[in-house]
């Protein structure tokens, strides 16, 4: 079903949304990939032992990734505040306070909304510069852990992430990597883990994976998952309101089974059809300019179209974006840099004709 004929929220009052901005949860996330409903759904027809649920949900997912070890969390917020805690805690694998004076050292171009989860937890950000002198410097025997984000939209004048690990894993301190945003590609289940070498990469479920929008997922290190674990539900330490039930456990590993299982190359190759579609066709319309960006506003290898309206086109972005929301479905659209990002990534195929008539409508 795609969004545009949704009756429930009709039922509501609400008019449906076609999707072209992104991944937002303020969105709803993503569409649950095949499957995963039905795996809920069953989830939810019985009671099971949670604790042991979350613990086997993880080996496998753990095995499906090729990391050693995995736990589901209530979203990639919730996989940040339980991973920092974790190494905050005097025994990473047991509940505890925070060690005396420990800080979370980031890149000072890295600092973002999302570190609140880090900020909750009481304990300083240090942040570092780009230079093996300015990162040395920044690690410490108070520094509990380096968070890094990754993404190109986080890559402008930060050092290399194989630099920040081997400065800190020679200090003897783990390197947590947010990527909740970077599926495409699949391989950031992995790569920072197997192949680069950090302590967790944390993901998002409800976004590229098509998992449970309230879920996410933590990979890598059995001791740093441990510790996440023994601070998160049904324990009562930090993470007890952060809650997984067994519908997300099962969802979520439905959704990592299809998405591994997925021609990427395919997929990626639909969405360069759509930016192509949206370029050609609204760049076609008189007094709008649009053209081809990559990668996308997450930094994940694929190509968005951008439309800005021509200067005496009686139109400014923020009109446009305003007429288009308007509509019935509504459109939901990116502005980014004050032109209109529209991202394939969560368009059903389909639906970028939608899309590219909504404009010739509104602007025609």
């Known amino acids: 079903m795609t969004g545009y004929s949704a009756p429930a929220y009709r039922e509501l009052g609400l008019r449906p949304v076609v999707n072209a901005a992104a991944t937002l949860t303020v ?52 996989a940040v505040t339980l991973s920092v805690a974790a190494c905050l805690s005097k025994d990473i694998t047991v509940f505890g306070p925070p060690r005396p004076a420990a800080a979370v050292a980031m890149f000072s171009g890295h600092r973002n909304p999302y570190d609140y989860a880090v900020r909750q937890l009481g304990a300083p950000i240090v942040e570092f510069g780009a230079n093996r002198e300015e990162i040395a410097a920044a690690l410490g025997p108070e520094t509990a852990c380096v968070l890094w984000f990754a993404g190109a939209h986080y890559a402008e004048g930060a050092p290399e992430l194989p630099l920040v690990l081997e400065l800190a894993h020679r200090a003897g301190i783990p390197v947590l990597v947010d990527a909740a945003a970077q599926i495409p590609p699949v391989s950031s289940l992995w790569r920072f883990t197997t192949e680069l070498g950090a302590d967790a990469v944390i993901v998002s479920g409800g976004k590229g994976l098509r998992g449970p929008q309230s879920s996410g997922l933590l990979l890598g290190s059995a001791e740093i998952i441990e510790g996440a674990r023994a601070h998160g539900a049904p324990h009562h330490a930090v993470g007890r309101g952060m809650k997984v039930g067994k519908e997300e456990l099962l969802g979520l590993l439905a959704a990592v089974q299809w998405t591994l299982g997925q021609d990427e190359a395919a997929l990626l190759a639909r969405y360069e059809q759509a930016v192509a579609l949206w370029v050609a066709g ?83």
């Open 282 to 364: 609204i760049g076609a319309l008189r007094g709008l300019s649009a053209w081809r960006d990559y990668p996308s506003e997450a930094g994940q290898p694929h190509g968005r179209a951008m439309v800005r309206p021509d200067p005496d086109s009686g139109w400014r972005t923020e009109s446009l974006v305003d007429a288009l929301w308007d509509r019935d479905p509504r459109i939901a659209v990116l502005v980014v840099d004050g032109a209109i990002a529209l991202n394939p990534q969560t368009v059903d195929p389909g639906e970028e004709r939608l899309v590219l008539q909504a404009f010739r409508e509104v602007f025609g």
């Open 27 to 78: 969105l709803g996330g993503s569409r649950l990939a095949p499957g995963a409903a039905e795996a809920m759904r069953e989830a939810s027809a019985d009671f099971v032992d949670l604790p042991e649920l979350q613990r086997a949900v993880g080996a496998r997912l753990a095995e499906l990734t090729g990391n050693a070890a995995g736990y589901v969390t209530s979203g990639g917020s919730a």
